[in-house]
């Protein structure tokens, strides 16, 4: 399995891949039912296929110096180079 990266909001370090079925958020046989909790502020994923998925949407969020958060925070950045598709 992929580690997890430290949480974006609070930099705890144990993340925590959960089964939504065994915290009883969701019903068995859900097709997503995965998802990434941090331990510290309580941040969590939207529920995935696998704990793959989770880890990788985790990870994209939690990305340290994070494209993401750049474009989510400018997303008129003239470096950005897109053309408004
Ligand atoms: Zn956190």
Redesign the pocket.
């Known amino acids: 399995m992929a580690d997890l990266n430290p ?1 974006p ?2 930099g ?1 370090n144990a993340p925590l891949v959960l089964d939504g079925v065994r915290e009883g958020f969701v019903k068995e046989g859900h097709p997503n039912r995965w998802f990434i909790g ?1 331990q ?2 309580g ?1 969590q994923t939207r529920y995935h296929r696998n704990s793959d998925v989770a880890t990788r949407f985790w990870n994209r969020r939690a990305e340290p110096s994070g494209n993401l958060r750049a474009s989510e925070q400018a997303p008129n950045d003239p470096q950005s180079g897109q053309e408004g598709a």
Do not use: L, M, S, Y
Request: with cysteine.
């Open positions: 949480c909001f609070c705890d941090c510290g502020c941040a």
